[in-house]
């Protein structure tokens, strides 16, 4: 069964901090993505990689970076954490979408005050 | 870039009626269709999907359909219960790469 973990289930930060997302997925999946979820606006894609190394933004990346220095760690940097940026993160990895879709990971609350 | 459109943002049905969830793309090269279910404080997880090549998929009390020329696919729920109450999100990819675009999502009431 392919997991997917984020370190943390809620998070509160302040304004201005630096903020680091951690994600591992333990199936050995090339694809990662980052993804946003608030109401009424549904899964927001924000990066996602298809290598290690390799980036790409996606819908939304504005205030965001992503690390992927790993096969199975996908980061999300949150480089000066604002108010509208509070949220949650949802995680998710495939092999490829046309062979099986996405497995998310349980995603982050994340406060930003 | 690919828009998934789903509609409406709420749907209420009683415990073993129907229901229905439709959704529709624009980027003709999709062809890789999944729904997603979402219960409350928990992960969205796949139920079911469908490829261009087919027009037609079931499993037990769900299914779903797809219409290429419409550029549209639905999800459908037979004999609703309670535990199908949750959030339901349909997705769109093809081409070159494997990126979902997903529908706003639908909140899906069943009513005892």
């Known amino acids: 069964d392919v997991k997917v973990t984020q370190s943390s289930r809620y998070l509160v930060k302040r304004t201005g901090e630096k903020v680091f997302l951690e994600c591992v997925q333990d199936m050995d999946h090339e694809n990662m993505f980052w993804y946003r979820q608030d109401p009424g606006l549904g899964l927001r894609l924000i990066y996602f990689s298809y290598d290690v190394k390799m980036k790409e933004k996606g819908d939304i990346p504005e205030g965001y970076s992503v690390s992927r220095e790993k096969k199975e760690r996908f980061s999300l940097i949150l480089e000066s954490a604002s108010t509208n940026q509070t949220s949650m993160y949802l995680c998710?990895?495939?092999?490829?979408?046309?062979?099986?879709?996405?497995?998310f990971g349980s995603g982050t609350r994340l406060t930003v005050v | 870039g690919e828009n998934v459109e789903q509609h409406p943002s709420t749907l209420s049905v009683q415990e073993g009626d129907s229901a229905v969830i439709k959704c529709t793309y624009s980027d003709s090269a999709s062809n890789y269709f999944p729904w997603y279910k979402q219960e409350l404080g928990k992960r969205p997880q796949l139920i079911i999907d469908i490829r261009s090549n087919v027009g037609e998929k079931k499993d037990q009390r769900i299914a779903v359909t797809l219409n290429k020329t419409a550029k549209h696919f639905s999800l459908h729920i037979t004999e609703t219960q309670p535990e199908d109450s949750a959030v339901y999100f349909c997705a769109a990819s093809g081409g070159a790469n494997s990126k979902l675009t997903f529908g706003k999502g639908i909140t899906l009431s069943v009513r005892p």
């Open positions: 998710a990895s495939s092999l490829e979408a046309r062979l099986g879709g996405y497995t």
